[in-house]
């Protein structure tokens, strides 16, 4: 019999792989960064903020992989708009215990990932 505690293990380890393989296949369909990001990620970054980079967009990815599942599932991306996801990070980046840099890194990921992917 598993423990709550098992079964979350688990779960947390099949969302990651589940996400992981879910970011790789959005990318072999169209052109990527070095580092794995869409390009239409990192352009639709650029659009909102100047400074975005392929760096700090990734630096959003690996924050919202390794933080936002010990809590609960992943987010969908899709099913919050853009204006919203400002208000859910500065919630859960302190429930998260990130800093300010941190949850406006993630903020900044899950936004471009939202709008390029809902502009297909």
Do not use: F
Not at 10 to 32: D, F, H, M, P, W
Not at 83 to 95: A, L, T
């Amino acid at each position: 019999m598993l423990h709550t505690h098992s079964v979350r293990r688990l779960l947390r380890s099949s969302s990651l792989i589940a996400v992981v393989l879910l970011a790789g296949c959005a990318g072999s369909k169209e052109g990527t960064t070095s580092e794995g990001i869409p390009s239409a990620t990192l352009e639709a970054a650029q659009v909102r903020w100047a400074d975005a980079t392929v760096e700090s967009l990734e630096q959003g990815r690996h924050i919202y992989l390794t933080s936002c599942n010990r809590c609960h599932a992943y987010p969908d991306i899709g099913k919050y708009s853009e204006e919203k996801w400002p208000h859910i990070m500065k919630s859960m980046g302190k429930k998260s215990r990130l800093t300010d840099e941190q949850t406006q890194l993630a903020e900044r990921y899950l936004i471009a990932t939202h709008v390029s992917t809902a502009a297909k």
